[in-house]
């Protein structure tokens, strides 16, 4: 039961490291490890430490819970999808006051949306 948790715990690596645009080798370089021993996480032939996910995930800029849940998220991921997870870890990379800004922009835009869309289901009905 190990091996297959292994071989999800690879397939959701790739799965996110794939998204990110990012090779074996770079995010092993983040990591500070051989590009063989990250390749073996990855292809499931080891199980890494829980620190050591711990790490791959915050290299990676997701939590562990999206981690393990990186089937569901990257089910269908295409170009638009990789495009806006890109974005959202870059928006994550700002500071405190940088991402009060484009949340603060983000949510009036969302209001908007909603109050247009609410009058419009008024006007129809």
Known sequence: MTYRLSMKLGEALKKVREAKNLSQKELAGLLGMAQ??????????????????????????VTLSELFSADEIFKDVN?????????????????????????????????????KDNLSNLVAS
């Open 36 to 61: 063989a021993q990250y390749s073996r996480i990855e292809s499931g032939k080891t199980d890494p430490s829980f620190s050591a996910v711990v790490k791959i995930a915050k290299a990676l800029g």
């Open 79 to 115: 170009a638009y999808d990789k495009t806006l997870l890109e974005k959202l870890r870059l928006i994550d990379s700002l500071d405190e006051v940088e991402k009060k800004s484009i949340y603060n922009i983000v949510d009036s835009l969302i209001a908007k949306k909603k109050l």
